[in-house]
């Protein structure tokens, strides 16, 4: 997949092995993430008196994070969706000059605040390896944090291109589904449950995989550090289902683009 020629983007095949790819990233994110405590106090909104801030440790990591790296252009790339769009900071590089693969529209869509809620809610009690705080090591806690939720991020938002995609393919149908605001024809038509069942299935063996200690492979207590299952939950329950949102929201206002 090469950004700067949008056939290659497009391309139904080289969307797949993109997510395949994210797939590692994610379960990596996640285990490193398992070695640390729970961590509360990163999240807690001004438990750190930070000046000219309101909000949590992990936020105000978080944006100074997008800030310094809007500054590196990542955020130009069409396939990166920042936390804070409206706070990043001017390029020191020169731009680049993409060319026009998805809609006028599609910044607008967005659903980081809900990925950091059911990451921060539901995905960080369950891998964190104790309760509690563990003070020296907060900061590595939220770089941990950032390096899953900008992967999870990136993920769900490449639903984007693959609703382009589909739309190119098939418009005569999308445009009648879009026209009639036929939200239960589009989502039958993006979801293949198949596939899904082999994402699943493959996210337990990557997890299985990378997640055990080699020396302990035939053990009949690998000892995982995260559970595969929970992984592979984690997609069923949260990254797919909002993967299939962005692509919805992204359809319904496809038209918008046509003459």
């Known amino acids: 997949m090469d950004f700067m020629k949008p056939e290659t ?11 395949v790819r994210m797939e590692d990233t994610i379960v990596f994110g996640l285990i490193e993430r398992s070695q640390f405590y729970l961590s509360p106090s990163v999240y807690e909104v ?12 992990l ?19 069409p396939d990166e969706t920042p ?26 869509i967005n659903v980081n605040d809900e990925i950091k809620e059911f990451y921060i809610n539901q995905i960080v009690p369950q891998v964190s390896c104790h309760s509690g705080d563990q003070q020296e090591n907060l900061g590595s806690v939220s770089t941990s944090d950032i390096e899953s939720l900008q992967a999870i991020s990136r ?9 382009e995609a589909k739309y190119q393919s098939n418009k005569e149908m999308y445009k009648k589904l879009i026209l009639a ?11 293949n449950s198949a596939v899904e069942q082999k994402i699943l299935e493959r996210l337990i063996e ?3 995989s ?15 550090k995260v559970k595969p299952e929970l992984i592979a939950q984690l997609y069923k329950d949260w990254i797919i289902p909002l993967t299939k949102k962005v692509e919805i929201d992204y359809l319904l206002r496809r038209l918008e683009d046509e003459d």
């Open 210 to 224: 990378y997640g055990t200690d080699p020396s302990m492979k035939f053990s009949q207590n690998p000892q995982s």
């Open 59 to 77: 936020d105000w990591a978080l944006l100074q994070m997008e800030q310094t790296h809007s500054q590196i252009r990542r955020y130009e790339a």
């Open 181 to 191: 605001k036929d939200v239960a024809g589009i989502e039958a038509s993006i979801t």
């Open 9 to 19: 983007v497009l391309n139904l095949d080289n969307i797949r092995q993109a997510l």
């Open 155 to 163: 993920r769900i938002h490449f639903g984007k291109f693959v609703a």
């Open 206 to 208: 990557k997890g299985e």
């Open 83 to 108: 936390f804070f769009p409206t706070k990043l900071l001017k390029s020191i590089l020169p731009p680049i000059n993409y060319p026009k693969v998805l809609a006028s529209y599609s910044d607008e």
């Open 46 to 57: 001004d438990k750190f008196s930070i000046p000219d801030f309101h909000g949590s440790f």
